[in-house]
């Protein structure tokens, strides 16, 4: 049929539905684990990641061995994030129309660049723009780029601030570059997320120019700590703190700043998604009046990796920061997704965030989002009358939690970590070592919430008695 062997191959295994069906399969079983598995690889399955170290091979394999390989040595060595009861980092599950969605539109394979090569690909990301802009009550001319997640879509906002800033000037960054441009100023929370100050340096801006802004007790921005403003600023502001999960008080700061003439930016990885909340939405009040958002849908929305949104009140400011042309594109009538990503080609991830929305609707986001919230109240409570100290105002889903010593809540991390029931990761809280939760998995149930708060006091009771 083919023209050389490796094709002949390829067309067999193409058409064989039996490969695809094992590599559901094998994902069905690893869900059915994952809900329970001990929520971090054990030590033998890190060992056998070995198996992987080879050269280069020589001849082909069938995707049978290849899809066996991955089962053996690569599943067990997986964090089944996708359960219940992992708290690191801020993680999170995956919305089940969502992963089917990612399943089938896999074999689509749609770039959704220009409207010409993927007219499904334009339209859903046309209507989750709306969609997303009611969600987060962000002003109607606003527009949004799909990327990889916050630190792209962090990137692509500071992008449209500076082109916006030094055009207002007379000066075109695109085409004149930054040497000898007038200054951006950049201020900041000393809490920012350090992807936002990775982003002020990929843009030439120079982190040792930010203007730190004191923050109170939670990581919040003073707003009477912040200098005056002017055209020249960009206002860096974040909604829920990646320790504590406070949000900056966006109705004092944000009119003053844009009254100013400042760029505001907010970054909401995980926090934007308070709005989608009836109980919540006060947290982050007024964030309709910045002018560039970024929110990850990877994290609160629970869909799967990669997957953030960049959201640019300035449409022309963002399309022309992330510029791009050449004599064989095609534009479309309806939306061309390149014009607002750094990225030409890129994967359709719409379709798994279009799924997870659409599955869920107002109603059922609101729920998902405020059970996160009523999960970590629960942590505090449990975890406070076990004799643990909860640090922070648990205001969303983020809680640090602390013991006597620092010396006792890191042996006490250690033995969680160790245990295996749940996850959790460290931080630093005011100078000392605490223990942080991160609850943004729709799976998470009150039941794994009391089993994990029981782990915590084998672990400390471990470390005590080792003491
Ligand atoms: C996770 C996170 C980021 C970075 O997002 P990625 O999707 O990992 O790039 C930025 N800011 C905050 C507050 C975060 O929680």
């Known amino acids: 049929m083919g023209n050389n062997d490796i094709q ?16 559901l399969k094998l994902g069905h079983n690893y869900l059915t684990e994952a809900m329970d598995r001990h929520v971090f690889p054990q030590d033998e399955a890190i060992t056998n990641l070995e198996n992987f ?14 899809l066996d390989l991955l089962k053996k040595y690569g599943e067990p060595a997986t964090l089944p994030h996708i359960g219940g009861r992992y708290f690191g980092f801020v993680l999170g599950s995956v919305v089940p129309a969502s992963l089917s969605a990612k399943v089938m539109s896999a074999f689509w394979d749609q ?32 527009v949004v780029g799909y990327v990889s997640g916050t630190s792209s879509a962090i990137f692509c906002g500071l992008a449209a601030a500076r082109y916006k800033i030094l055009r207002k000037q007379g000066w075109d960054v695109n085409n004149k570059g930054l ?102 939405k006060y947290l982050s009040k007024g964030c309709g009046n910045a002018d560039s958002w970024s929110v990850d849908c990877h994290k609160t929305l629970n869909t799967p990796y ?18 791009m042309s050449g004599a064989y594109i095609v534009l479309g009538k309806g939306r061309d997704g390149m014009f607002y990503t750094p990225e030409m080609s890129r994967r359709a991830r719409i379709f798994e965030i279009w799924s997870a929305l659409k599955f869920l609707g107002k109603q059922g986001l609101n729920q998902m989002v405020t059970g996160f919230h009523e999960r970590a109240l629960q942590f505090k409570k449990e975890l406070a009358e076990a004799g643990f100290d909860i640090v922070n105002n648990v205001v969303f889903n983020q809680v640090l939690v602390r013991c006597e010593t620092d010396e006792l809540t ?4 250690e033995n969680i970590q160790k245990l295996r029931v749940c996850w959790c990761g460290g931080s630093k809280w005011e100078d000392r070592d605490v223990i942080r939760l991160s609850i943004c998995s ?13 782990s915590f006091i084998e672990a400390r009771d471990l470390a005590e008695a080792k003491a």
Request: charged share 25%; with cysteine; proline share 4%.
């Open 53 to 66: 170290n080879e050269p280069f091979p020589k001849s082909s394999s069938s995707s049978n061995v290849v």
């Open 442 to 454: 729709w799976v998470t149930t009150e039941k794994d919430v009391s089993l994990s708060v029981k």
């Open 8 to 23: 002949d191959k390829m067309f067999a295994e193409f058409m064989d539905f039996s490969i695809y069906d094992k590599a």
């Open 306 to 323: 990669d997957s953030g949104v960049v959201i640019c009140r300035d449409k022309e400011a963002l399309i022309d920061a992330l510029h």
């Open 179 to 280: 040497f000898n441009a007038p200054k951006i100023r950049v201020v900041a929370g000393r809490q920012a997320h350090s992807t936002v100050i990775k982003a002020v340096s990929l843009l030439g801006l120079g982190k040792d120019s930010i203007e730190w802004v004191d923050v109170d007790s939670q990581g919040r921005v003073v707003p009477e700590s912040i200098p005056d403003l002017d055209e020249s600023t960009i206002l860096l502001l974040q909604a829920g703190n990646v320790n504590s999960g406070s949000f900056d008080d966006f109705d004092k700061i944000c009119l003053k700043a844009r009254g100013q003439g400042a760029w505001i930016h907010i970054d909401g990885a995980f926090g934007l998604w308070a709005q989608a909340s009836d109980k919540l």
């Open 111 to 142: 770039c959704p660049a220009m409207e010409v090569l993927s007219p499904i690909g334009s339209i859903l990301e046309t209507v989750v723009e709306d969609w997303l802009k009611e969600i987060f009550s962000l002003p109607e001319e606003s």
């Open 410 to 413: 890191l042996k006490t991390l």
